[in-house]
C-alpha cells in the first residue's frame, strides 16, 4: 500500500503551527484546520488591547507562513467534532476529514467562572475582535470622561479595573497606567488623563502567581511606581455595567468602574469538552485532557493533544503551565513521533519539558524574567523580553514593524494604532450614554431648542 | 467685550484639520466635532481594504495631533443639525454648542444612485470598517474557491468586479490583481489564484476621466498588463448575491462575481442635506452646497463650507474635483478669514485652487501622475505618489512603518495586514456557503456521519 499517511492538524496557534512545520518534509499529508486565516501571536495581544500594535503587526496569515510546506493545506472552517473510532474529524460546513494521526491543538478560551453574565460588562483578551474592544472601551472612558462634570460620574469612568494578575493582567495594568500618565497627557482639555485610577486585582495573594516569589515583588514594586493600585486577596462577586462587587478580608465593597477588563481564568473550547467525551479522557476541573506521557489520549494512540487543551505532567508530577513553549515544544513532539510512526522507527522518548523560564513586561523598559533560573527585572529583563519576542516573531514579517513601533514608542510616548474602530458594544451606547450625562455638562448649561 | 470669538469646525478630515491647524495661534476657542477619534488618510483606504497596511498605519488619533493646539478641544460625537440663525450646533448626546464662526467639512459618503439594496453586495470604501470589511470579502473569496470543486462556481468566487475607475477603482483593481498573480501564488493547494479574473468597469467611455486622456490610456495599459479586464461604458443595472447585470453596446449581460466593490459615485452626507435645507442654499444634483467665493453660504458670512460638502468654482465656472487638494486649501483659507475678521483685517481676496496635479497608482512601481501639468507614468510617478503621500503621512508617527511596509512588500510582494478579522456579513454565510456547495468537494465524497 502507496497511500501517505494523512495528518490533520486542529488549530493554527503556537502547538499547530509548529507541529505543521515540523512535518514539512515528512513524507504525510498534512491538512491544518483553524477558524481563522492567521496565526495571532497572543502574548502581544495587550498591545493591541492598547493601542500600541495593529493587529496586523502580531499576527501572520497562515497560508503564507505555510506556504512552502507543499504537503499541508489549510482549511479555513470550525471543527464540530471528532469520531476517534472511524478516525474522522467532522468541518462545520458538512464535510468530513479522515486522518491515520490527528493533532488536537485548539486552545482555550477565557473563563467567567459560570458568570457568562459578567462577559458583557468586562472583555477578556483572547482575540484580535476582543483586544479591539477592549481599545475601544479604554479610549472611550477617556473621551466620555472629557465631556461629564460630574465628579463622582467622571472617576467611576476614570477608574479602570483589571481582574486577573497574571502575565496579561500585569501588562495590561502596566500599558494603562502608561497611556494615562504619559500617552494622553496633552490631549484633553477638562480631564487630567493622569487622575485615571488603575486597579488590579487576584484572588491570589500575590501578583503573577506563577513567577518566583521575588519577581513578582519586583512586578508589584514597578507597578506601584506606575500608579497602579494592587489588590491582593480580592475575591469578584459581581461585574455589572456600573463597576464591581468585590471581597475583601474587611467585608463586601463597592467599586465604581466603568472599565473591568477580564484578565481571569481560562477553559477549554466546545471541542475540548467533545473530545474528551467521545475518548473518555480524563479531565481536570477546567476540563483539559489528561494525556499519557507521549502527548496521546490513552488506547488512542493516533490521537495527540497539545497545548492549552492538555494536561501534562512534569517529572515532579506538577501540570505544566498553559505558556506558548509548552505547546511549541508539543507541537513539534507530537509530529515528530508520527514521522518515527510513518518511517516505521521505533517511539521516542516520553515527551520533557524544557522551560527556557518565564517573562512578563511591565512597562517602558521594564520587565521582570525568570530566564533558566537567572532572576532579572528592570532594563536587562525587558531586553531579554524584547530579543525573545523578537526571535519568535521574526519568522514573520511584521518583524521589523514591531521593533520600530516599540523604538517610537519608548522614546515619544506615543501610541500610533489609537484607533477607535467598529461596532463594539459599547459604541451603540455611546450618545445615549453622553445624553444621560449631559445634563452636567458645562456645553448643556445654555442648549436652546432648535 | 472680551470674550474670545468662538469657532467650531465640523469633520475632522483633510478640510478640517487643515483649518483647526490655520487656527493654531489665533485667539480663538476651537471645538473640532467628529464621530471618529482619527484623522484617515483616505486616499491609501485601499491598501488598508488589499492587506497592505493596518488601519492603525494611516489613521492618527484626532487628540494626539491637535495636543499642541492649546486652544483647541476635540469632541467624539454626531453632529445632528445646524441652526445658522441662533448659531448653534445640535450634537447627538442632546448638548448645543454655540459658535460666531463656523466651519462645516462634513465630507461626502458612497451613493448608490438609489439601489440602497446593493450595498449589502457591493460594499463601498470611505471607512475604515467598510475597507475591513472589503478586506474580509476578497480574502474569503479565494478561501471559498479553494474548497469549491464545481469549475463554474469557483469562476464566481475567483472574479472580482470593481464598479467605477477612478482613482479608487483603477487602486482596487491593480491591487487586486497583484494579490492574486504574487501574493497569494504559493498559498492555495486546489486552486491558482492567478485564475482570477478581475473586472474594472465604468460608464465613462475611458478610465480615470478626471485625468488627462494621454495618462488615461497609459493607466489602462498598465492594468492590461497587469491582468485586468477593463470595460468601458458599461452601464450596472443590478446587483445581488451571485454578482451582476449590466448593460454594454451589445444589450443586457450576466456577470457571476461573488465579490463586487463598489467605488462609484458619492453624495452629501445627511447633515448636508440639512445644512442647505437650515440656509435654503443652492445644491448640485449630488447635494453639494454651493458656496460663495470666499466659501462661505450665501447671507451667512460666518457660515463657511469646505472640502466635498462645498462646490466651488475655478475662474473658468468648472466645479472643482473632491480631492484631498481642494480640501486642504480650502479649510486653511476659510480658518485664515476667521482669523482676519477677528482681527479687524480687511477680507481677504477669494479662494482660488491650487492645483499641484492628480496622481494614481497602479501596481508595484507603476502609477500615473500628472504634477504642475508635467504628465508622468511607470516609475518616476510612482516615486512622486509615494513621495507626495508620505511627505503628508510625515506628520504622524506613521511615516516610518508605511515606508518600510512598501519596500518590504515591493520587494516580496507579501502582505503582512492579510487577516480576516471581524464580524463581517460574509462572515455569517462562510459556513452555510461552504455546506451548499460542499457536495461537490473531494473531502465530501466520504462522508459518513459521526
Redesign the interface.
Known sequence: MNRRAKVIIVGGGFGGLCAAQALKSAPVDVTLIDR???HLFQPLLYQVAT?S?????I???L??VL??EKNT?V????VL?I?PL?K?V?????????YDSLIVAAGSQSSYYGHEAWREWAPSLKS??EA?NVRHKI?YAF?VAE?IADPAQRRAWLTFAIVGAGATGVELAGAIAEIARQ??K?????IDPKEAQIILMDGAPRVLPTFPEDLAEKAKRSLLKLGVQVETGVMVKDIDKEGLTIQTHDGMNRMDARTVIWAGGVTVPALGKTLASRTHAETDKGGRIKVCPDLTIANYPDLYVVGDLAIALDPKGTPLPGVAQVAMQQGTYAAKAIVRRVQGKPKQKDFKYFDKGSLAVIGRWSAVADAFGVHMSGLPAWLVWAFIHLTYIVQ???R??VF??WA?QDL?F?R????????AATDFN??KE??SV?KS?E??K???P?
Open positions: 481563522h486565516n492567521y493601542g500594535l495593529s493587529a496586523g503587526e499576527a501572520a496569515p497560508r503564507s506556504s512552502r493545506r482549511f479555513l472552517v470550525d467534532d469520531d472511524s474522522r467532522l468541518l462545520a460546513d458538512g464535510a468530513s476529514l479522515e484580535v475582535e479591539i479610549l473621551e465631556r500617552t494622553l496633552n490631549d484633553f482639555r477638562s514573520f514579517q511584521s521589523i514593524l520600530i513601533q517610537i515619544t506615543s500610533g494604532a489609537r484607533l477607535i474602530t467598529g461596532t455611546f450618545n453622553l445624553a449631559a455638562t456645553a448643556d445654555v442648549t436652546v432648535l
